[in-house]
């Protein structure tokens, strides 16, 4: 008989059990980024600043966060058998993800000058 484990469930039964939550969150937050990036952003402050900054922070973390720490964008795609740069190329061409991307380019072009 195999050993008991998470809540009473046998520990192969129980490590894809956490397994799959642990998917379903990462997908969560994969899709909460990604409507971030669109600049669908759920914020208790609607000022466009707020809504910019969220919206920003999303755009780096999926296209210029290259790093393979546990919460990056790479990691969690790794985690979810999704190849990140597909996904990445696959993203920019999503209308607001693309108009967040072209301002983000303007602002820095704006900085250096």
């Known amino acids: 008989m195999g050993h008991i484990g998470f ?3 046998g520990s192969d039964r129980a490590t894809l059990e956490v397994i799959q939550r642990s998917k379903r969150l990462w997908i969560a937050v994969l899709h909460q980024a990604i409507e971030d990036a669109k600049g669908n952003v759920r914020s208790i ?9 969220i919206q ?3 755009l780096i973390w999926i296209f210029h966060g290259i790093s ?5 964008f790479n990691s969690i795609c790794g985690f979810l058998d999704i190849d990140p740069d597909r996904a990445r190329q696959r993203l920019r061409v999503v209308p607001g993800i693309r ?4 301002r983000a380019k303007q602002d820095v072009g704006e900085g250096e000058g």
Do not use: P, Q, T, V
């Open 7 to 9: 809540f009473g469930m």
């Open 45 to 53: 402050e609607k000022s466009e600043r707020s809504i910019g900054g």
């Open 56 to 58: 920003r922070e999303a």
């Open 68 to 72: 393979n720490a546990a919460n990056s």
């Open 99 to 102: 108009r967040g991307l072209d």
